[in-house]
C-alpha cells in the first residue's frame, strides 16, 4: 500500500466519505451509442467511417462539440469530489464535450468492486490501486478493454503522448495494456527529475511540544521512549483532552502500513541481497524496533484509540493537535497541518528524525515508481469507445495535464513573469484552504486520477510551509523501488491463497505483538507467527516473489537499452 503510499509523492490531500452506491448509474444525458467496431478496424475510423483517425491530431477536438456524460468509478471510499461546479471541472466539459459521473463506494472497496465485477457489468471508467486484485480480475474476464487497440481503431494519437516505458510496464503477456497509471516515475524519470523526488513517508512531531521537550533524538529506541514519556508528562491533555503520544496508520486485517514496509524503510533494512529477496520481517532490527513499541505500549504510551481508529477519527485528532509524533504519511493530514499552522506555526507538525538502525544508516523512504499509485481502466460497457479513449488520450497529453493542474487562462491561472502559474488569489487560497480551493478552481490535480507528477513540476507553485518543512525532509532519502512491484501471486492461485492466509495471520499477530505483556511473551507469539506461515507453503511464495522480481528487474535494464 504505500503505494499508496507512492502518491504517496501526493502532495494534494483529500478527505472524508464518498457517497452512491449505484455502480451501475447511468446518466440521462447521453447522447452517443457506443460506437460500432466492425468493418473499420484497420481503417481508423469511426463506425460511420466519416472522421479518419489522425496520429497527429487529438481525436476529442473534432468531437468535443457533442456533449457526452461517462460514469467514473473511483475505487477510494475517502473522495468525495463531485465534477462540476468548479472552475477547472466546468472548462475541461465546455472544451472537450466530456461530463463525469463520478461512482465511489460508500463503504467498504474491495466489497463495491468485487459485487461490480461479479455482475459482469462495469462503469465506463474505473480507477484503483495498481496493486489491487481487483485490477487482475477484471483484465483475466474480459471486463476491461486494451487501451492499445483502442488506440489503433479509433486515436492513434493515444501513443503519441503516452509514455512508451508506462506503456511497457503495463503490458500483459498476450501484448496489451488495459490500464494507464497515475505518478508515474519511470527510470528516466529519475535521471531527469530525480533531484526534486519526494517521499510521502515520514515522521513527525507537533513542533511546540517537540521543542518543549528539548528537541530529542527519536531515532534510537532510548530515545524515542524517553520522548513520548517526557511529552505525555509535559503535556497530558490538549485543550481537555488526553494526549495521544503515538499515531499510526489504521490497523487492518491484513497488519499496519506504518508498521510493516514503513517502519522497515526508515530503518534502511534492504529488499534483496545479492539479487536474492530478503525478507525484511525476520530482520533483527525491525524485531527490535517492534519490540520497542510493544514497550511504549507497556510504559502507558500508546492510546487504545490507534488500534481502533479510523483515517476519519485520525483526521479529527490530528486536527485538534492531540498527537505528539506520528509515523504517517504526510499528504493524508496535509489540510488538518495547514489549519493548525494557519492558527499557530508553531503547533503545526514537522518532520525529525525517527526510528534508525543501530548504524544510524539514512532513511530508504518510498519515492515515485513506474507503477505510480493508481491505474485507470476502460470496461468493455464503455458507451462510446472513441470518445472514451480520446478522453483518456486527453488526460495523459501535457495539455490535458496542464488543465487539469492550472485550470484556464485568465481564470485560475496567467502568464505571470514570463511563466504560466496560478494568481495571486488562487495560490493564496491553495495554501490557506485546500478544501475550499478545490470547491471553487478544483485545480492543482482536484481530479488527480491521470495526474502526471513529473509534467507538473514545470507549473507547479514553490511549496510553502508546513508542507515544504516535511518535503524538503524527504529529499535525498528517497529512491525508487519499482523492481519490488506486483510481486505477488494471482489470489486463486495456490500461492496467492497462502499468501492471503499468511497476510491475514500477520494481521491478528501484530496487535498481540504490541500488546504482549513481556519481551518473552512477544517472542512465543512472534515464533508461532513464522512456524504459521512456514507451515503454509511460505517458501513457494517466496520462490514465486523472485521469479517476478527478477522479471521486474529485466523489463527495467530493457527500457535502459
Known sequence: ????????????????????????????????????????????????????????????????????????????????????????????????????????????????????????????????????????????????????????????????????????????????????????????????????????????????????????????????????????????????????????????????????GYLQNFLAIPQEKDGKLYDRRLDPEYISWLKTFRQANQDGLLSKDIFID????????????????????????????ISLYQKDPNSAYIAVNGPANSAKAAPTLSGPGISGWTVTLISKDVKDKKRAIEFLTYLISE??????????????????????????????LLNKDRAAFDQKYGASYTYWMLMDTNMNLAWAPPSVDPAKQMEDWTKGKSISMSEFDNLDAPANSEEGIAGSKNTRSWGKALPKLLLAKSDAEFDEIWNKYVTERNNNKQDKIDAYRQTKYEENIAKLQAFNK
Open 399 to 428: 495539455e490535458g495535464n496542464k488543465d487539469m493542474f492550472l485550470g484556464e487562462k485568465g481564470v485560475t491561472y496567467d502568464t505571470i513573469d514570463g511563466k504560466d502559474q496560478f494568481k495571486p488569489e488562487v495560490i493564496d
Open 1 to 260: 500500500m504505500m503505494a499508496l503510499t507512492v502518491v504517496f509523492t501526493m502532495v494534494f490531500s483529500l478527505s472524508a466519505c464518498g457517497s452512491s452506491d449505484d455502480s451501475e448509474k447511468k446518466s440521462d444525458e447521453k447522447t452517443t451509442n457506443e460506437t460500432a467496431t466492425t468493418d473499420n478496424t484497420d481503417k481508423g475510423t469511426d463506425a460511420a467511417g466519416t472522421t479518419p483517425a489522425n496520429a497527429d491530431e487529438p481525436g476529442w477536438k473534432a468531437d468535443a462539440k457533442d456533449p457526452i456524460t461517462f460514469d467514473w468509478y473511483i475505487n477510494f471510499s475517502w473522495f468525495n469530489k463531485k465534477w462540476g461546479g468548479d472552475a477547472t471541472a466546468e472548462y475541461i466539459t465546455k472544451k472537450t464535450g466530456v461530463n463525469i459521473n463520478f461512482i465511489v463506494p460508500a463503504g467498504n472497496e474491495n466489497e463495491k468492486l468485487n459485487t461490480m465485477i461479479a455482475s459482469g457489468k462495469l462503469p465506463d471508467f474505473l480507477t484503483l490501486g495498481w496493486y489491487e486484485e481487483g485490477v487482475r480480475k477484471m483484465i483475466e474476464g474480459d471486463l476491461v478493454l486494451p487501451l492499445n487497440e483502442l488506440a489503433d481503431q479509433y486515436d492513434p494519437y493515444f501513443i503519441k503522448v503516452a509514455d512508451p516505458a508506462k506503456l511497457g510496464w503495463y503490458t500483459q503477456p498476450n501484448g496489451n495494456v488495459y490500464g494507464y497509471p497515475n505518478a508515474s516515475s519511470s527510470p528516466a524519470d529519475y535521471e531527469k527529475y530525480g533531484s526534486n523526488f519526494t517521499s510521502n513517508q515520514t515522521f513527525v512531531v507537533r513542533k511546540d511540544m517537540y521543542e518543549a521537550i528539548g528537541s530529542p533524538d527519536m531515532s534510537t529506541p532510548e530515545g524515542f521512549l524517553n520522548a513520548l514519556k517526557l511529552a505525555k508528562e509535559k503535556f497530558p491533555e490538549v485543550n481537555g483532552q488526553p494526549l495521544i503520544p503515538l499515531g499510526l496508520h489504521e490497523f487492518t486485517e491484513n497488519g499496519n502500513y506504518s508498521l510493516e
Open 310 to 337: 479510523k483515517r476519519p477519527q485520525m483526521e479529527e485528532k490530528i486536527a485538534q493537535g492531540r498527537y505528539f509524533a506520528m509515523l504517517y504519511q504526510r499528504s493524508d493530514f496535509a489540510t488538518q497541518n
